[in-house]
């Protein structure tokens, strides 16, 4: 496949099942041996795993978004990079366990993402989860000298 249909399946993977919440686009668009290098552990296995990621994420922050910034592709893999906000609105069991606390978040993120058949393969991803607490209040953040 070329670089541009590569992008455009990791466009379509983020923007119908992540940001239009359509659990059932990952059947069309996740590789039934999907490996997910993510290591947070509520991080979805594969497609089955990945449609309850949805509904756990949905949960806590029903309005989730991921912005693209970036796509870069070279041979089978796409990097992204985008920002994601959302309102924490509820419990996101194995990682935030803790009442919602309605604040919003903007966390930056880069994933890469190896696409095989059409359909995406592999997943890795960086996240600035430590700005994401900060903002939610579980970390106090540090203050700025004046």
Known sequence: MSTTANKDIVRRFYEEVFNQRNVNAIDELVHSEFTNHDPTPVAS????????????ITQAFPDHHHAIEDLIAEGDKVVMRCTLTATHQGR??????????GKSICQRQIHILRVQDSKVAEHWVIRDDLTMMQQLGLIPQPEMAV
Do not use: N, V
């Open 92 to 101: 996101f069991p194995g990682f935030l366990e803790m009442p919602p606390t």
């Open 45 to 56: 296995r594969d497609p089955e795993s990945m449609k309850q990621f949805i509904h756990t």
